[in-house]
């Protein structure tokens, strides 16, 4: 992320609303929209479909990966790792759960 995309991102995390309307949006990418469309592929920030009666606008909020880009080193870490942890775990539940059926049955067959 270059500087002006980290500028961007700053801006819209002190913006007062959570969920920003898309004119409200492109008047603080300040019209570098270039950057703006980086965030949102990168998906630092959220593209949001709010109904508004009959018709869908788009809003924007900041993801959790755009509040992780200011915080310290070892708060990445621990977000990057975040989803490894948590299938490491189901793993390790799945694994004592099948080890725990297996003894069950094999004691009951004999």
């Known amino acids: 992320m270059n500087r002006k995309q980290k500028e961007i991102l700053k ?3 002190q913006h ?7 004119n409200v949006f492109n008047d603080i990418v300040s019209n570098d929209i270039i950057s703006a469309n980086i965030l949102i592929a990168s998906k630092y920030i959220d593209e949001t479909p709010v109904h508004i009666g009959e018709a869908i606008h788009t809003a924007y909020r900041v993801s959790e990966k755009g509040y992780m880009a200011f915080e310290p080193f070892h708060k990445k870490i621990l977000y990057a790792i975040k989803g490894d942890i948590k299938t490491i775990i189901i793993a390790i ?3 004592v759960v099948t080890t725990i059926i297996t003894i069950l049955t094999t004691n009951i067959m004999k």
């Open 16 to 22: 007062k609303e959570t969920l920003i309307a898309r």
């Open 11 to 13: 801006k819209v995390i």
């Open 93 to 95: 539940v799945v694994a």
